[in-house]
């Protein structure tokens, strides 16, 4: 009964040192998918600037994110957003006058994670703007991306360039999202939704940890051995 006992805690203890806290992650690569122009020639087109912290106030963590913030868009290089072209009327709504195109960003993490929330920050000029992501689908999965959500809500900044959390609804577990952005502000109050725009992008999520290859030798040599004392 005790060496059960003692294997029990050892086997608790194990779970408990690998539980792992929140985080904000960051993507380690991130690919343009969709088939929507970028506008190029004014350093808008180098989706890199949604993942390198280019305009931000500092780096996000899982404590202080909310209290980041980030530039007003510009056309200075190396480039703080990314932006499509503009494919319709000006002051047109992208997604009418699009002609079917597609806005669609592929990440990849540099491990597996179980994640909560998408955390944006959005393309201003010193007041919200239109242009910014009002709703995605996220296709992802540990490999692939053979999994998808239903549409996520992403709204207006609280003020121009704070943070945005928005909550994807149930804990996925990817280590690669394809982000597909099927809407933008157009008609919500702000200028612009001519086209889409976006300043930076982060998760929330926990690490799924490795199996502790230690931790299940010692257990198997412990087991082995009160196994010889009984």
Sequence with gaps: MKNTLILTSMTAALMSLSSQAAVIINPTTITYTGTAAEQTGINLDDEN???NGNGLSGTPTIGDY???THIAANFDAPGVVWA???TGPAGGDFFADNGGTTVSFEVIFDQAYDITDLVTWGYHFGANNANDISEVVLDYGVGNFDNSTGAISVALADSPGAAITSAIGSTIQADRIRINVTD???GNGPAGGDRVGLAELRFVGTAVPEPS???LIGLAGLAFILRRRR
């Design 49 to 51: 600037n949604l993942i």
């Design 84 to 86: 499509t072209t503009d």
């Design 213 to 215: 290859t230690t931790g």
């Design 184 to 186: 933008n502000h157009f």
């Design 66 to 68: 909310t209290t980041i």
